[in-house]
Antibody, heavy 124, light 106 residues
Framework: QVQLQESGPGLVKPSETLSLTCTVS????????WNWIRQPPGKGLEWIGY???????NYNPSLKSRVTISIDTSKNKFSLKLNSMTAADTAVYYC??????????????????WGQGTMVTVSS | IVMTQSPATLSVSPGERATLSCRAS??????LAWYQQKPGQAPRLLIY???TRATGIPARFSGSGSGTEFTLTISSLQSEDFAVYYC?????????FGQGTKVEIK
């Protein structure tokens, strides 16, 4: 059974860079699109971006200038970097599994497996 | 694509039916998912492909619709169903969520 686990600092100073990692266990990181999603306190969900195991990425235009997602297939991990953090970036950050490829091709999909989430607060 | 959910809050008695709506600003075919989120937990996938229940989801949850209009129905609300529900389109990038419908106890 595939499980995801986010890790990283819970507190980031304004203007600094957030770095989070998601570890994929119980399955292979290949063939899927791996996503970051966030949720400010008391608010809705915002998709940040994805990475495919080949390294191809796609980011939400609202965050594109500040986001980098990378992957380490040898360690079954992928990571998020978000720079120039402000209080508006305070949120629970989730990693989640999305679209995939199989023998019949590419499949669009919802986010079927999520990490438990990690709360990130931006404060000096 | 903007996803609009209604109502924002739905007050329902246990055992009653709940009907939640989601509208897309343009056609998304059947590429729509529904999630349930309880306080302090990650969202859980309930429905994908607009009408297919995810693994382990009880039959009282059903989804319908295509194009721009979608519905999530909970046939007989159980105590564990009181939560926030989100719809999400996965037809286009960026993936977008609705703002959520809170289902509360009446």
């Amino acid at each position: 059974q595939v499980q995801l686990q986010e890790s990283g600092p819970g507190l980031v100073k304004p203007s600094e860079t957030l770095s989070l990692t998601c570890t994929v266990s119980g399955g292979f990181i290949s063939t899927y699109y791996w996503n970051w999603i966030r949720q400010p306190p008391g608010k809705g969900l915002e998709w940040i971006g994805y990475i495919y195991y080949s390294g191809s990425t796609n980011y939400n235009p609202s965050l594109k200038s500040r986001v980098t997602i990378s992957i380490d297939t040898s360690k079954n991990k992928f990571s998020l970097k978000l720079n120039s953090m402000t209080a508006a970036d305070t949120a629970v950050y989730y990693c989640a599994r999305g679209d995939y490829y199989d023998s019949s091709g590419y499949h669009k999909n919802g986010f079927d497996i999520w990490g438990q989430g990690t709360m990130v607060t931006v404060s000096s | 694509i903007v996803m609009t959910q209604s109502p924002a809050t739905l007050s329902v008695s246990p055992g009653e039916r709940a009907t939640l709506s989601c509208r897309a600003s343009q056609s998304i075919s059947s590429n729509l998912a529904w999630y349930q989120q309880k306080p302090g937990q990650a969202p859980r996938l309930l429905i994908y492909g607009a009408s297919t229940r995810a693994t382990g989801i009880p039959a009282r949850f059903s989804g319908s619709g295509s194009g721009t209009e979608f519905t999530l129905t909970i046939s007989s609300l159980q105590s564990e169903d009181f939560a926030v529900y989100y719809c999400q389109q996965y037809n286009n990038w960026p993936r977008m969520f609705g703002q959520g419908t809170k289902v509360e106890i009446k």
